[in-house]
């Protein structure tokens, strides 16, 4: 099991920068590929990045394509999400999530863990 606590949100005007972590723990954090989903006001909540366990492979959302960067650091057990270019459409709670399989891609259905999520909010 895995354990995974965000960090890093906050309030930031448009075209702001914040850097997300996501500090996992429990049965060797390595192992599991990893993301960030992201839930805006009213809507569902949706893929952003997701890293495979040795970071070789990412995957990104079309909307944040060139503007965030998703990237692991296995000896810290953290994965980071570079957000730049902030605009007020990417207000909403950022969640960090795992799972054992090989690469879950960004189906968030096939995740198995998921932290209790971090707020950025992007005013105009």
């Known amino acids: 099991q895995v354990q995974l606590v965000e960090s890093g949100g906050g309030l930031v005007q448009a075209g702001g920068s914040l850097r997300l972590s996501c500090a996992a723990s429990?049965?060797?954090?390595?192992?599991?590929?990893m993301g960030w989903f992201r839930r805006a006001p009213g809507k569902e909540r949706e893929v952003v990045a997701t890293?495979?366990?040795?970071?070789?492979?990412?995957d990104y959302a079309d909307s944040i394509k060139g503007r965030f960067t998703i990237s692991r650091d296995n000896a810290k057990n953290t994965v980071y999400l570079q957000v730049n270019s902030l605009k007020p459409e990417d207000t909403a709670v950022y969640y960090c999530?795992?799972?054992?399989?090989?690469?879950?891609?960004?189906?968030?259905?096939?995740?198995?863990?998921w932290g209790q999520g971090t707020q950025v909010t992007v005013s105009s």
């Open positions: 999530t795992a799972d054992g399989s090989s690469w879950p891609g960004t189906d968030q259905h096939r995740y198995t863990y």
């Open positions: 429990g049965q060797t954090p390595s192992n599991y590929a």
């Open positions: 890293i495979s366990r040795s970071g070789a492979n990412t």
